[in-house]
């Protein structure tokens, strides 16, 4: 070597160059980092301009109160949204008493009982769970737990809200089981040791130490859930049906907001018509429960955060 | 290594002959003025005034939380990494002030090499670490690159351990060599000042000596700032020490007067082992 | 006088014994009806499904008969899906990833953005396809092309590469950037060559999930008008295109049933392109492991 680094490094060029890439890199990231924001403003501006649109033409009351949902009549149409609120609400129903039981108390064991190894077996199998699409799901549903229910409960309907509500519920015990798990298990192991030593079993150890010092963090999750089988689409749509009920009955067929807006969707309703609209006012009204939801969850989880 | 610097002050032009032989030992590295250091409203440096000289090691002790790694890592302004750093004073460098707008914190860090606590190799070959830095200053060249690195290994006294696996992770090797492969990553772009921050501390006694060892061979071509927690490695190694408490500078003289004959009783009792 | 009687405790240990007991079987009892629920559901498919599965029916397109129905339009479309979605996403999720961990000042505008990520990830997907079928099908009249629904999906699975991206880069020992910064490499060659390399295992896994999500939704394509009967296949991503979980939809929505039967097949298909993604994820996510 002729010459010394530090003159290489002194003649090299680029110095200019690297001084704008490192100016312009920042702001280039920022726009980037901006699309989830303008995602966001895009979903709002998206379902608040054409919801005014359709309710140019269909009282908000009407929407809000109205306990008829008939779209499709020529001559009678009718735009209550309630129908469309039950069905969501039966399907969640349903789903939220077969997961939170089974989610929370898979967490428990896992994160009280379980060694190591079975750790290892179970969780993927929760992942698998998670990652299964939600067509598929439905398809099951609709051709599996359906038939048996029907062959125990005979007065049970091809399309009813049982069915779905339990595979939803199926759907979500992997999300209501890991976050509560990670909840628990973020609990320190000191405290339960201290637990342990002063003679408790570990079920009192779950019950008494690490399920309510892990509470905000598994009703957390539970909401979390709700808003997912809220906002779930496929399972409802092949399985439910598509006759909105305002009634308390789970075994005949339904309709939900997301199946709603999947029929109108699949259909060819014209660009303009009062039908067009409606998808984005039910869908405004679905976005709106989800987001209270997590809005909800969020709070539980840092209202009530555990301090160690 | 003898190259003859430009650097600019105030817009003058300033010439400066480095390891000129005659006048190098009483040469001012770093010439800290007044310089105070808040991490929000903690004041964790006060009114430092320290001239640090050319090929020596200059040893920085005191007890933990007394403001040495923070004044280390001033001298190549990596305190700014953590937010809400608030400096008032100046360091020259060089002559320079390295706070001045137009140094840019690259050309600084270019000239002055940093070593830390616990070894830090990037998760690549132990070639790729030590060409990482002449290739992001625009070194390409392959042939010059294998002398560059072949030159930094040797320096750092490493080249016959690693010379057949060069392509190997630079975490196949133990804790020691990782050390002595980021000692010489630094040496790769030929620096002027090696900034060494607790370098033995996470390293076993054989180690340790290796490292010290090589220190003394570094020193006479670079000058060495080096922050340590054990007295007797500054002790052994260093020319100067500079006794850190409380974010002050209590004392700073030749090692074998801050050892033997301290002026402060602070230092005494530091160095007697009565705190820290 | 003693408060607590030994003799007692002992007594009554074997009953709090029995309920810690009866209780872990409960528990393990709840964790493993999940895992039942999945070899039924994977048994269920399989057992329908296999029999319709032949060479035929990946070479096939769509049709009204039933035997004669084949998975070919959707298999290539899901394909092009995919290379719309993947480099799109990934390099919005990732570049918004290394903006929040590297760049962004702790301040109130990233507060918001970070806490806008969180919300997005909550919003169901049917209405994202309302905002694929408002801004990309209709405002920028793209149509119910390969180009609208790769889009629409991006912008879905956005927040999952946002935060797993995130948490990669994260992940990477602040010691690596020190001994970066202190070469005098500046801030964007130290996310290039050391950040950006040590956290790809992790983005790449992350990423991989993600379009995983991608392949298996349904809703988006439906609201944004993704046809399902198609004889051909797209030569660009401006042309239409079916996609496979919509050609299962069709399949099973069908009252023949036989089609359960295609559907049932078309799943399998569906599941095995899953289990290589998520094959390649594990792999990835195995042959990188941490050395630092």
Redesign the interface.
Known sequence: MGQSVQEMIAQSKGKKNKKFVEKLIPVLLFLIASVSVLTTIGIMLTLIVETVTFFTRVSISEFIFGTTWLPFSNKSAQFGVLPLIVGTLKVTLIAVIVAVPIGIAAAIYLSEYATDNVRRVIKPVLEVLAGIPTIVYGFFALTFVTPLLQSFFPEIKIFNAISPGIVVGIMIIPMIASLSEDAMSSVPKSIREGALAMGSTKFEVAMKITVPAAISGIIASVVLAVSRAIGETMIVSLAAGSTPQFDGDFTGSIQTMTAYIVQVSKGDAGYGTTIYYSIYAVGFTLFIFTMVMNIIANYVSKRFREEY | MSTTNTIYNNGKTAELVKDDSTSSASKSVYDTQQLNLWYGDNHALKNIDLDIKQNEVTAIIGPSGCGKSTYLKTLNRMVELVPSVKTSGQILYRGRNIFDKDYGVEELRTRVGMVFQKPNPFPKSIYDNIAYGPRIHGIKNKKILDEIVEKSLRGAAIWDEVKDRLHENAYSVSGGQQQRICIARALAIEPDVILMDEPTSALDPISTLKIEELVQELKKDYSIIIVTHNMQQAARISDKTAFFLNGEVIEYDKTDTIFSNPSDKRTEDYISGRFG | MRYIEHDN?VRR?NG??L??KL??S???L??L???L??V??LY??VS?GVNHLSFDFLVNYASRFPEQAGIKAALVGSIWLMLVVAPTSI??GV??A???EE????NRITT??QM?????A??????????G???FV?ALALGNSVLAAGFTMS?LI??VI?VASQEAIRSV?G???????????????TIV??IL??AIPGILTGSI?AL??A?????PL??V?IPVIIQFLPKGVMDTFTAL?MQ??DW??RPQPEF?QV??AG?IV??VV?LLM?SVAVIIRNKFEK??
């Not at chain 3, 909550?122 to 905002?131: A, E, I, K, R």
């Not at chain 3, 392949?215 to 809703?219: H, V, W």
């Open positions: 405790v240990m709090r014994n309920v810690n209780f872990k409960i528990f393990l709840a964790t009806s999940a895992l629920a999945l039924i559901l269920q498919i329908q390099i919005l570049g918004s290394i903006y929040l760049y962004a000042g702790k918001f953005i806008n990520i969180s919300n997005l909550g919003v169901p997907s049917v209405v994202f396809g309302l905002l079928l408002t801004i209709r912008l956005l927040p946002i020992p010691e690596l950037r020190d001994a970066s910064y202190g070469m005098g490499a500046t801030k964007w060659q060559k050391i390399p040590a999930l995983s999500r392949i298996g939704e349904t809703a439906i609201v008008g979980p299962i939809y099973s929505s359960q559907a049932a799943i569906l599941m899953l998520n050395r630092y």
